[in-house]
């Protein structure tokens, strides 16, 4: 799975950090989704998605090997 989240973070000027208080994550866990390394629950997903105001399939794509 690819994900835009360092990008839709950035754009809003938002660190690991801040991203990870307002859904109640440690910041460890924003860098490893960022580098792929753990895909989120659907709840994460949809939580992060609200940060950002964007559809969580604007954040989250599937790749061909999923």
Same mark, same amino acid.
């Given at each position: 799975?690819?994900?835009?989240?360092?990008?839709?973070?950035?754009?809003?000027?938002?660190?690991?950090?801040? $991203? =990870?208080?307002?859904? &109640?994550?440690?910041?460890?866990? @924003?860098?490893?989704? #960022?580098?792929?390394?753990?895909?989120?629950?659907?709840?994460?997903?949809?939580? $992060? =998605?609200?940060?950002? &105001?964007?559809?969580?399939?604007? @954040?989250?794509?599937? #790749?061909?090997?999923?």
């Amino acid at each position: 799975m690819k994900n835009r989240l360092k990008v839709e973070r950035a754009e809003q000027s938002l660190s690991q950090a801040d $991203l =990870a208080d307002r859904i &109640g994550v440690s910041r460890q866990t @924003i860098n490893s989704i #960022e580098a792929g390394r753990y895909v989120p629950s659907t709840i994460l997903a949809l939580k $992060l =998605a609200q940060v950002f &105001g964007k559809p969580v399939e604007h @954040i989250f794509t599937l #790749e061909d090997t999923d």
